[in-house]
Structures are given as structure tokens and as C-alpha cells.
């Protein structure tokens, strides 16, 4: 499964952006999805998941209040919708599938339990 993650852009400290993830190839409805992001200089962190009904969700501490990942299976399509953003949050957000539908916690957090990876979507926070 490829995933093609899209979204990202240069916003000011305080906005908000919309990241989508979409797979090609074949149906991601029926995966688990998550979002990670890699600050420059810095190793990739988890930010988020979401089970494959949408029904299970888990954040990052600093992603909660601020962030908010949802699915669209009709649509094929992942969302992390990030509001109050801050210049730390600059970084290159990935999305990842899993061949598992729920999501494990705090296994969802570590890289190998994700068996697909899209090619990420620079973020950038202005102060």
C-alpha cells in the first residue's frame, strides 16, 4: 500500500491546518492509521492514531487539545486536523497504515507495529 500524505504548508504560530492521508493501489478501510512527524534534527515521534472504524483514537501529550485525527472510510481518506499551532510543531508529518484494524496502546506508538509508510508533508510554523 502506498499512502500519500498531503496538507502541509507555512502557517503563523496559532492556525490551523488540515493533513489528509490516502492510499493508492488499494483500499485503506480496513487498516488501523496513524501520524507521525520528524522535527529536523530531531528523531520521528508518534502524534497520533486512529482504529479502522474510527471508533478508537489515541494522541500524543502534546498533541491533546491541540490535535485531532479522524477517518473518512467512504472517502478512502485519513485526516489530522492541527489547531493552535506552535513553531515546535514544524516538522515532516507522515502517515503510516497497519495491517491491524485497532490500535494497540502503547504499541501503536513505536514504529515497526506500522507496516506502511507514505512519503510525509512538511509542516512549517512561523512565530
Known amino acids: 500500500v502506498q499512502l500519500q500524505a498531503s496538507g502541509g504548508g507555512l502557517v503563523q504560530a496559532g492556525g490551523s491546518l488540515r493533513l489528509s492521508c490516502a492510499p493508492s493501489?488499494?483500499?485503506?478501510?480496513?487498516?488501523?492509521a496513524a501520524w507521525f512527524r520528524q522535527a529536523p534534527g530531531k528523531e520521528r515521534e508518534f502524534v497520533a492514531a486512529?482504529?479502522?472504524?474510527?471508533?478508537?483514537?489515541y494522541l500524543a501529550d502534546f498533541a491533546k487539545g491541540r490535535f485531532t485525527i479522524s477517518r473518512d472510510n467512504a472517502k478512502n481518506t485519513v485526516y489530522l486536523q492541527m489547531n493552535n499551532l506552535k513553531p515546535d510543531d514544524t516538522a515532516v508529518y507522515y502517515c503510516?497504515?497497519?495491517?491491524?484494524?485497532?490500535?494497540?496502546?502503547?504499541?501503536?506508538?513505536?514504529?515497526?507495529?506500522?507496516?506502511?509508510w507514505g512519503q510525509g508533508t512538511l509542516v512549517t510554523v512561523s512565530s
Open positions: 493501489g488499494r483500499a485503506f478501510n480496513t487498516y488501523a
Open positions: 503510516a497504515g497497519s495491517r491491524a484494524p485497532v490500535v494497540e496502546v502503547p504499541r501503536c506508538m513505536e514504529f515497526d507495529y506500522w507496516n506502511y
Open positions: 486512529i482504529s479502522w472504524t474510527g471508533s478508537t483514537s
